[in-house]
């Protein structure tokens, strides 16, 4: 969600970064739902916004596959996730990156770097608000339970939606399993966590701890 890093640094953007920002659209604005759910049988969703409303972290390792439908490219991320209602914090291989929903730190540990950015959700195209604007009318929520486990559908036919289906499956304690969703031009995001578990917030989570000698670029200025 860091589009001001994003746009000044190629090493930064990619299709699996870009894609993760959907995963982070459907869990802390999930609570935006909230109204919606509320006064629907929608009890799975309802259980997962509740664990967010009730201020718990959802932490888990993820692998995360991005295809594109035109060119047939996979590519995959993976790495170590905390999700609160408003901030997160990502962990992969040489890169760190918390967003609170003003500012986004990302850190290149190869570069020894620490990029500091405005957020501006005018200027991301995966923002949370630009996605979720209208969510009431523009997706239908739906769920389901099979020898799986039971699932949430977000379905829509507005051709200016960003995602058309997104699929959240859940295990038999409501935690996240994993997540797909299918673009406009059909390119597919696939998110897989293990180990998933809602913890308690820990002091200093959402801090970012650096090398003293590493690079600061505030972008903000």
């Given at each position: 969600?860091?589009?001001?890093?994003?746009?000044?640094?190629?090493?930064?953007?990619?299709?699996?970064?870009?894609?993760?920002?959907?995963?982070?659209?459907?869990?802390?604005?999930a609570p935006l739902f909230q109204a919606a759910a509320q006064t629907s049988d929608h009890p799975h969703f309802d259980r997962l916004?509740?664990?967010?409303?009730?201020?718990?972290?959802?932490?888990?390792?993820?692998?995360?596959?991005?295809?594109?439908?035109?060119?047939?490219?996979?590519?995959?991320?993976?790495?170590?996730?905390?999700?609160?209602?408003?901030?997160?914090?990502?962990?992969?291989?040489?890169?760190?990156?918390?967003?609170?929903?003003?500012?986004?730190?990302?850190?290149?540990?190869?570069?020894?770097?620490?990029?500091?950015?405005?957020?501006?959700?005018?200027?991301?195209?995966?923002?949370?608000?630009?996605?979720?604007?209208?969510?009431?009318?523009?997706?239908?929520?739906?769920?389901?339970?099979?020898?799986?486990?039971?699932?949430?559908?977000?379905?829509?036919?507005?051709?200016?939606?960003?995602?058309?289906?997104?699929?959240?499956?859940l295990d038999s304690r409501g935690r996240p399993e994993g997540i797909e969703a299918v673009d406009q031009v059909e390119n597919q995001?696939?998110?897989?966590?293990?180990?998933?578990?809602?913890?308690?917030?820990?002091?200093?989570?959402?801090?970012?701890?650096?090398?003293?000698?590493?690079?600061?670029?505030?972008?903000?200025?």
């Amino acid at each position: 969600m860091a589009a001001a890093a994003g746009k000044n640094d190629s090493s930064i953007i990619t299709p699996a970064r870009l894609a993760l920002l959907f995963l982070i659209v459907v869990f802390i604005l999930a609570p935006l739902f909230q109204a919606a759910a509320q006064t629907s049988d929608h009890p799975h969703f309802d259980r997962l916004i509740s664990e967010f409303e009730e201020g718990r972290i959802f932490h888990a390792t993820f692998s995360h596959e991005y295809l594109d439908s035109y060119t047939g490219e996979r590519t995959r991320h993976e790495g170590e996730i905390w999700i609160s209602r408003t901030m997160y914090r990502v962990e992969s291989e040489n890169q760190i990156m918390i967003v609170d929903g003003e500012i986004s730190k990302v850190y290149d540990g190869l570069r020894n770097r620490l990029l500091i950015s405005e957020y501006i959700e005018e200027e991301d195209d995966f923002a949370p608000s630009r996605m979720l604007q209208g969510v009431d009318d523009t997706y239908r929520v739906e769920e389901e339970t099979d020898n799986n486990g039971p699932s949430i559908h977000l379905v829509t036919d507005d051709p200016f939606a960003i995602f058309t289906r997104v699929t959240i499956y859940l295990d038999s304690r409501g935690r996240p399993e994993g997540i797909e969703a299918v673009d406009q031009v059909e390119n597919q995001l696939i998110t897989l966590f293990s180990g998933g578990e809602f913890i308690e917030e820990e002091a200093g989570l959402f801090e970012m701890e650096i090398p003293e000698d590493a690079e600061r670029i505030d972008l903000r200025h």
